[in-house]
């Protein structure tokens, strides 16, 4: 008896951590809300950035709340079958939601009340590590663009181009030149 009621306990700690994992992965959803600028979770309502409604902002909310509860069913689901070989024990759910409600209680209200600044920090690793990189091989690759255009093929076709253009325009105004002296005649 005391190796099934061990079993038992080690199930429900395993279940409550299980729980407390649940509840970090809703608050990346949360902050990854708040990255794309659908909500804000700050605490004063000075703080807070004006939400934007609509059928977009629905969407990402659907989409990511129905993510996270497919993701959460099927990992409780295989966990129950792992430890339980199949059979559904209460214990292991109310364990689990004890797990969520406790990191929702502690530590998932630290992270919200500092999501702002995580946002902000998430921002600046995003602007260092691609978006600038990404500029400066831009700008590179346009320059060597330019630089080849005007000392390869590109720029003799242009001087080309232009030289024609130049030459057809004086054949056109010698042209009118001449009409003009001969109706002056």
């Not at 409550?16 to 990255?35: A, N, S």
Request: glycine letters at 8%; a positive charge; proline letters at 1%.
């Amino acid at each position: 008896m005391e190796l099934f009621i061990g079993k038992q306990l080690q199930t429900a700690a395993y279940s409550f951590v299980l729980g407390l994992i649940f509840g970090g992965l809703y608050d990346i959803i949360r902050i990854t809300h708040i990255l794309c600028g659908i909500a804000s979770y700050a605490l004063s309502d000075e703080e807070k950035c004006p939400e934007k409604r609509g059928l977009a902002s629905f969407l990402l909310f659907f989409l990511g709340d129905a993510a996270y509860m497919l993701t959460v069913t099927a990992v409780f689901s295989v966990f129950q079958y792992w430890q339980m070989s199949g059979k559904f024990r209460l214990f292991v759910l109310l364990s689990v939601l004890a797990g969520y409600a406790v990191w929702h209680r502690t530590a998932g209200r630290l992270v919200m009340a500092f999501s702002e600044a995580i946002v902000r920090f998430l921002r600046r690793i995003v602007l260092w590590t691609i978006v600038k990189p990404v500029r400066l091989l831009l700008r590179i690759l346009r320059k060597s663009a330019g630089f080849l255009y005007r000392h390869t093929a590109g720029r003799a076709a242009e001087l080309l181009c232009r030289g024609m253009r130049r030459l057809c325009m004086r054949n056109i105004c010698r042209k009118f030149r001449k009409d003009i002296v001969l109706q002056g005649k």
